[in-house]
């Protein structure tokens, strides 16, 4: 079984910036895909950015795309989210989420999951 960590959340400012961390353990060496998801008070699960481990392809949320950056570390085993110009509506619990497939823009395309970090972002 593998272990999802996110960390790095925390109270910013409207347009503030903040980086979110994933550390990914145990039998990983196969996920093809890695993926931010956030969910706001009584709102959805909804996708944030995909990253494929090995080719390095990104795919964004057109609400966060040209603001928010996804990036990993192989040797650290560590997807990372950059966050710029952050705005109110970001604020949710981010989720980091793997799969042994590319897993889409859907929460059931992604088994694997940690416990998520609260991102509040304060007008």
């Known amino acids: 079984q593998v272990q999802l960590v996110e960390s790095g959340g925390g109270l910013v400012q409207a347009g503030d910036s903040l980086r979110l961390s994933c550390a990914a353990s145990g039998r990983t060496r196969s996920f093809y895909a890695m993926a931010w998801f956030r969910q706001a008070p009584g709102k959805e699960r909804e996708f944030v950015t995909a990253?494929?481990?090995?080719?390095?392809?990104?795919h964004y949320a057109d609400s966060v795309k040209g603001r928010f950056t996804i990036s990993k570390d192989n040797t650290k085993n560590t997807v990372y989210l950059q966050m710029n110009s952050l705005k109110a509506e970001d604020t949710a619990v981010y989720y980091c989420?793997?799969?042994?497939?590319?897993?889409?823009?859907?929460?059931?395309?992604?088994?694997?999951w940690g416990q998520g970090t609260q991102v509040t972002v304060s007008s």
């Open positions: 989420a793997a799969d042994f497939k590319y897993g889409g823009t859907a929460v059931y395309g992604y088994d694997y």
């Open positions: 990253i494929t481990w090995n080719g390095g392809r990104t």
